[in-house]
């Protein structure tokens, strides 16, 4: 409310009198933009707090808006302490920054998203900092490759492209014989298939970071990530040097993902669903000599996935049989008109990207044709199969 009455609507228009009436209540909470955050007076601004949510001091460092979602994916995740980045990679990048010095080794699986590889390879390289990539299906390899330099292990599940489910439970219990701090890319299971930090056999990553982009978002039309901890230390760590880098994110993005996180959990099972259907459809054809979705029996990790996991994403690729050239599977990803040709997932129209794997991972895949990956989308199942059997026609020929 102003003190400042004037007769200047230049004045009166920013400096108003009204103020509507509190107790406002809707479904969805409300959406605070800010930059500046005005201060009572100056005992106010001297005792301002930047580390606790008790209060607001700057637009960066929170308002209810970003607090509301923080809170959301804390709970989500099973943690207590959420930041907000505005990209999944972003945070792959604050869990890098944060925690790595000059002389320490970075561990990456072999098959982890992609730019969070090309980030180490590139600036974190250039900062001295060293990595090397891993198998993620080899716990015993990993307690070989870590020595005294190593601080930080990421983990994804399942493997970016090739999906193969790891033994997290195992790399985790590695990592912390040897005092390795652990990262989980959690965008995969969204808080929804398992559990971070209760995983079977005990064990807890230390930190879990999703692509807010992908299911909490669910409409293709959000960039945002978000980095959660359960250890007050570890969390201001992260928290400062979040601050430092100035890494915020808008109100209306927020309010987009805070508005898609009630149906969350009916998107996730209804993609999932739909994606086993096809990927089940797609492992009879001819056409196609591997179905990688990593719970359908056969894939890779298939037996870790069925440990460690009550649902799976809209997500699988498929490696077709190496008979066919590069060219051919252009052609059938070309003739599939409800699947379009985008990069991301668990947006609502579904999704395909063909692969050349060669140059994708440090050691060799056992892959020898082209490899195509599907994101499943909400249309119809029945118009996703028709659509995926007249693509195969029109490039192979046959039924
Ligand atoms: C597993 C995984 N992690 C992180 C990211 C990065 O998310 P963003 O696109 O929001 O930077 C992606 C995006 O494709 C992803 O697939």
């Not at 808008?250 to 309010?255: P, Y």
């Not at 797609?282 to 440990?307: C, D």
């Not at 990069?343 to 579904?350: E, R």
Request: glycine fraction near 10%.
């Amino acid at each position: 409310m102003t003190t400042h009455p004037s007769v200047d609507p230049a004045t009166s228009l920013i400096h108003h009198a009204y103020t509507p009436p509190g107790g406002f209540c809707a479904v969805q909470p409300g959406v605070f933009k800010a930059s500046t955050v005005i201060f009572q007076n100056t005992a106010a601004l001297r005792a301002r707090n930047w580390k606790e949510k008790t209060g607001y001091t700057y637009g960066l460092h929170g308002t209810p808006t970003t607090f509301t979602l923080e809170e959301r994916i804390a709970t989500l995740e099973g943690g207590t302490h959420t930041l907000l980045l505005p990209s999944g990679l972003a945070a792959i990048a604050l869990v890098d920054l944060a925690l790595l010095d000059s002389g320490d080794e970075l561990l990456i699986p072999d098959n982890a998203y992609g730019p969070g590889k090309e980030l180490a390879r590139n600036e974190l390289a250039r900062w001295g900092i060293a990595h090397r990539f891993y198998d993620a299906m080899d716990p015993d390899a990993l307690t070989r490759m870590i020595g005294p330099q190593t601080r930080l292990l990421w983990l994804e599940a399942p493997g970016s492209v090739t999906m193969e489910f790891p033994d997290l439970c195992a790399l985790v219990r590695v990592a912390r014989a040897k005092g390795v701090m652990t990262a989980l890319d959690n965008t995969w299971g969204a808080g929804i298939a398992f559990d971070p930090f209760a995983l079977p056999g005990g064990q807890a990553v230390d930190i879990s970071m999703q692509a807010l982009t992908k299911y909490p978002s669910g409409g293709a039309d959000v960039l945002m990530g978000s980095v959660t901890s359960r250890d007050e230390t570890l969390h201001l760590k992260l928290k400062f040097s979040h601050m430092r880098l100035g890494w915020g994110v808008g109100a209306n993005d927020v309010e987009l993902v805070l508005r898609a996180l009630p149906t969350l959990a009916l998107r996730y099972a209804a993609q999932d669903r739909a994606a086993r259907t096809l990927a089940e459809w797609l492992a009879q054809r001819g056409e196609i000599a591997r179905v990688l979705h990593p719970a359908l029996p056969g894939s890779p990790g298939f037996a870790h996935w069925q440990e460690t996991c009550r649902a799976a994403a809209g997500l699988f690729s498929v490696v077709f049989d190496a008979r066919y050239a590069s060219e051919e599977v252009d052609a059938f990803v070309d003739a599939l008109r409800l699947f379009r040709i985008g990069y991301s997932w668990a947006g609502p129209v579904s999704l395909v990207v063909p692969y050349h794997l060669q140059g994708m991972r440090s050691q060799p895949t056992p892959y020898a044709g082209v490899l195509v990956r599907f994101s499943i989308g909400f249309e119809a199942v029945e118009d996703l199969l028709a659509d995926l059997r007249q693509a195969l026609r029109v490039a192979f020929g046959g039924v």
